[in-house]
């Protein structure tokens, strides 16, 4: 069986590779990615979920490489992590009492094949109050996360609603992810726990 190796540096996205009961390695691509402004943010994610990808694989050709790359999208609008605390601050407002969508694209491949995808999940904020906000910024946990929130941190108390799956949000579709794999011979341990 080949090698499974994630292409990232996200402690999330280890977390939930792990669930699945995979053996793998951790290999995070340090590439500048490329951000084409005129792809929709299904393509952008796939896009830069490749390049990460492709990156590791250029290193390890023997392997089966995982890329994945998640952006909150509201009103066609890409919220990265925010620089500072008023830009979270901003994303929170923003987000307040509304609905946006979360894109995870995730590329898988190996010497014979390639998989790219990309899950959509749509969530529902309960609307924030400036103290709220405050408080959330005060224990610095939206400064490395998409949007300025961690569905599965602090941050689940501003969730309203989830339309999709809520793996998604914090960073890999993890069902399909699973599933994907095994076209490329990676099953999970199931004798393991």
Known sequence: MKRLILASSSPRRKELLSYALLLF???PSKIEEVMDPGLSAEELVCSLAEQKARD??????DAVIAGSDTIVVLDGKPLG???DKQEARDMLQMLSGRTHEVYTGVCLIDSDRSSVFAEKTEVRFWPLTAEEIEWYISTK???????AYGIQ???AVFVHSITGDYYNVMGLPISRVVR????FGIFRHLGQS
Do not use: T, Y
Request: hydrophobic share 25%; with cysteine.
């Open 25 to 27: 390695d951790v290999c």
């Open 153 to 155: 941190g602090k941050g």
């Open 180 to 183: 994907e794999l095994e076209g």
């Open 141 to 147: 946990e939206p400064f490395d996360k998409a949007g």
């Open 81 to 83: 992590k925010p620089k």
């Open 56 to 61: 590791i694989f250029s290193q390890h050709p």
